[in-house]
T-cell receptor
Framework: DAGITQSPRYKITETGRQVTLMCHQT?????MFWYRQDLGHGLRLIYY???????DKGEVPDGYVVSRSKTENFPLTLESATRSQTSVYFC????????????FGDGTRLSIL | GENVEQHPSTLSVQEGDSAVIKCTYS??????FPWYKQELGKRPQLIID?????GEKKDQRIAVTLNKTAKHFSLHITETQPEDSAVYFC??????????FGAGTRLFVKA
């Protein structure tokens, strides 16, 4: 699904640094999501957004900040990165109607040294 | 809130055999159940879904069944092929937009 893109695909940074992961979708989907995927934990929801300027916490929000000033963009910021935030991060979106599948980006592999 | 349990966590089958992955959910309000396949290093992708007004749905070698009374749903893959090797996630949505995922099943298809 080329309609949702994440950048960068790979990122290495150091503890304490701020890092922002970008997510852009071209479908005008209302709902957008950020997940982290760690071995043995499946997909864990960090934050989600129902529309521009509407965001809410998911299962594991601590240490992360999101914003959604435009419908198509949903950046995720680690304000002060920690080693425990080393993970693969997936952005996803779904249509405005309820009970719809999510469409995932290719993911960002983030390593924090 | 909703909780989705998925079994088994790992499944190994011989090429050509069938594979079955089972999930249970806790919230009786859930009415949409998608299944995702994630190949190594790739994104999760929707492979089939079922809504609560249907008991079974098929798409070629893949089928999903739903038992609302027991709150069970299952993925069936027939005539497995090596390219079916991946991690499969079941999920449930309770009429809203948040998806609750199972923990995943790693399927190995041995040639």
């Amino acid at each position: 699904d080329a309609g949702i893109t994440q950048s960068p695909r790979y990122k290495i940074t150091e503890t304490g640094r701020q890092v922002t992961l970008m997510c852009h979708q071209t479908w005008s989907h209302s709902y957008m999501f950020w997940y982290r995927q760690d071995l043995g934990h499946g997909l864990r929801l960090i934050y989600y957004s129902a529309a521009a300027d509407i965001t809410d916490k998911g299962e594991v929000p601590d240490g992360y900040v999101v914003s959604r000033s435009k419908t198509e963009n949903f950046p995720l910021t680690l304000e002060s990165a920690t080693r425990s935030q080393t993970s693969v991060y997936f952005c996803a979106s779904s249509e405005s109607r309820l009970n719809q599948p999510q469409h995932f980006g290719d993911g960002t592999r983030l390593s924090i040294l | 809130g909703e909780n989705v349990e998925q079994h088994p966590s790992t499944l190994s089958v011989q090429e050509g055999d069938s594979a079955v992955i089972k999930c249970t959910y806790s919230d009786s309000a859930s009415n949409y159940f998608p299944w995702y396949k994630q190949e190594l290093g790739k994104r999760p992708q929707l492979i089939i879904d079922i809504r609560s007004n249907v008991g079974e749905k098929k798409d070629q070698r893949i089928a999903v069944t739903l038992n609302k009374t027991a709150k069970h749903f299952s993925l069936h893959i027939t005539e497995t092929q090596p390219e079916d090797s991946a991690v499969y996630f079941c999920a449930a949505i309770d009429g809203g937009f948040k998806t609750i995922f199972g923990a995943g099943t790693r399927l190995f298809v041995k040639a």
